[in-house]
């Protein structure tokens, strides 16, 4: 049974080749997550929106709600009010003198006020009632307008998902693998340059004289230096790790 070699008896070639091996993996999932495109975070946008409706539906709820019961004990007050009324005028029936009467009228001129005021604070509680309702049943729609779009958003993103699942988890392993065989600090710096990339490439080849990255010419002496593979070359324009063609096309025949 063979040794496994040990990552720092790697030459600078087997590196490189196992460096380009790792781009061109995640390259292939990066096309996965292009092809489900922005659809992840649209789902994560239109669910966040559908929260937020819902917690404006169950303010305006609310609203109605506090809006009926004050319509309520408004109500209550009138009826109280015109007791109070009836049994001040039942009072005058009886009074002995014309004070207790001026008393009384005053009171019920009172209670009648406490009415005409009760009924002003209903109709101000009914329209603002109303204006509520007339905003939650726009929400309620609103609602079920963005679960419809939600819907079928997740419909097309678990399609696009269960055709590639297979294939990205494969990949997945693939690059766990591949990791394994890089040494760490060689990985950090991969993964560092990725992440700063805005087309994710962190291993390119020279073409046409150039970085195959940022396309800025790489000087003659340095391309010599690519090709003989004796130690790692980064471009120094963008950062990017260089090899040459005939490495990253024997890798791509793999």
Do not use: W
């Not at 109605?64 to 109500?75: G, H, L, V, W």
């Not at 790790?241 to 990253?248: H, K, T």
């Amino acid at each position: 049974m063979s040794e496994i070699k040990d990552t720092k008896d790697f030459t600078v070639e087997e590196k490189l080749k196992a460096l380009y091996d790792l781009q061109l993996v995640v390259s292939e999932i990066d096309k996965i997550k292009t092809l489900r495109g922005e659809l992840p975070l649209e789902v994560q946008d239109l669910e966040d929106e559908i929260a937020g409706l819902s917690t404006r539906a169950e303010n305006l709820e609310a609203e109605i709600n506090e809006a009926a019961t004050a319509i309520s004990n408004k109500r209550l007050d009138i009826e109280t009010a015109k007791g109070l009324i009836e049994k001040y005028t039942a009072d005058q029936d009886n009074v002995k003198n014309n004070r207790e009467y001026e008393s009384l009228t005053k009171e019920i001129e009172y209670q009648g006020l406490e009415i005409e005021l009760c009924e002003k604070k209903i109709r101000e509680f009914s329209a603002k009632q109303r204006e509520k309702e007339d905003e939650l049943n726009v929400t309620r729609q609103r609602i079920e307008d963005r679960k419809m779009d939600l819907d079928h958003k997740k419909t097309e993103l678990d399609q696009i998902i269960a055709e590639t699942k297979q294939e990205e988890e494969a990949l997945r392993d693939k690059a766990k693998a591949l990791e394994e065989v890089i040494e760490p600090r060689l990985l950090s710096a991969f993964k560092r340059i990725r992440q700063n990339a805005r087309n994710g490439l962190s291993v390119v080849y020279v073409q046409r004289d150039a970085c195959g990255g940022c396309f800025n010419k790489i000087p003659p002496q340095r391309q010599v230096d690519v090709r003989l593979r004796k130690k790692i070359i980064v471009c120094e324009y963008c950062g990017r790790i260089l090899i040459d063609p005939e490495l990253a096309e024997a890798s791509g025949k793999k």
